[in-house]
């Protein structure tokens, strides 16, 4: 069985399920139907992101793939909105699989399978229950989802999985924000380029916090957003400040050595930075957030 060492599958079923995920997702679930995977994030009555996540088709079900950290209190807390609706909430447990592979070798094993995608971000492919994703990273990262026993009825045995670690920088990479306890319900999700990610829906009606989120893409007023930088010092946390000309003005959200992602001032990414006394340059996001925005 492949081990999932970052992230695990709650899967929602019943009559209602899309219904109820509908109302509370930033993503068009109904849009399941044309793919099998969509970025997504679940946010709180003030529209700040609980959790960023993937939504996929699992065994004829729907499953949110979310930090294995927060599955559990992810799960409890959905219960709590659930109210009337024929939804039930169960983690998948050990018989799904999630695994990161960048590998050639691995990545020809995939398209052996059928099971690459094309190269753009958020491509997706699905056979017998496994669910493949481009993550738009650059080195390339396939994210590959499935139960154990499908991975092995096709014999997909990866040489060369990406650790936890790996895994996380290859997020860092493609500048998508890995949200664990520190950092649910700080930010908006404009400020993590949650637009830019494909990962929110503007035409698919009411959700939890839905209000914030249109106002702030009506506005165009998200003075603060997600930027990647690169440190030449020690390897910095979650939390760290960033400062500009003596100046707090950024936090960091993820980070892997001397990597990371943070929310700062849009104005500033283009500028070189400094965290815990050392430079923080930055480094180019395979998408485009506009200075001016």
């Not at 924000?177 to 319900?185: F, G, R, V």
């Not at 892997?256 to 849009?266: H, S």
Request: with cysteine; net charge negative; charged share 20%.
């Amino acid at each position: 069985m492949v081990e999932s060492p970052l992230f695990s599958l709650i899967k929602i079923t019943g009559s209602d399920a899309g219904t109820f995920l509908q109302g509370q997702l930033t993503q068009d679930i109904r849009a399941l139907g044309e793919t099998p995977s969509l970025p997504a994030a679940w946010c709180n009555p003030k529209g700040r992101v609980i959790a960023v996540m993937r939504a996929v088709k699992a065994d004829g079900a729907t499953g949110l793939v979310v930090p294995d950290s927060l599955a559990e209190s992810i799960v409890q807390r959905l219960e709590l909105f659930r109210l009337r609706a024929k939804v039930e909430t169960g983690m998948a447990g050990g018989e799904w699989s999630a695994v990161a592979v960048a590998a050639a070798d691995d990545l020809a094993a995939l398209a052996a399978l059928d099971l690459l995608p094309e190269a753009a971000r958020n491509s997706a492919r699905t056979a017998q229950g496994i669910v493949t994703v481009d993550i738009g990273a650059s080195p390339r990262c396939i994210e590959v989802y499935g139960p154990a026993s499908a991975l092995e009825r096709r014999g997909l045995v990866f040489q060369n999985p990406l650790s936890a670690e790996q895994w996380q920088l290859s997020l860092i990479n493609g500048g998508i924000p890995l949200i664990l306890a520190a950092t649910s319900e700080k930010y908006t999700p404009h400020m993590l380029n949650l637009d830019y990610l494909g990962a929110i829906s503007f035409s698919k009606g009411c959700y939890t916090g839905q209000e914030v989120v249109a106002r702030t893409e009506h506005l165009g007023r998200s003075k603060r957003r997600l930027m990647h930088f690169r440190t030449d010092g020690p390897a910095v946390a979650v939390g760290d400040k960033l400062r500009h000309e003596e100046r707090e003005v950024g936090e960091v959200v993820s980070s892997i050595g001397n990597d990371l992602l943070a929310v700062v001032p849009v104005e500033l990414h283009e500028q070189t930075l400094s965290i815990a006394g050392a430079r923080a340059a930055p480094v180019a996001l395979p998408y485009s957030v506009p200075v001016s925005d």
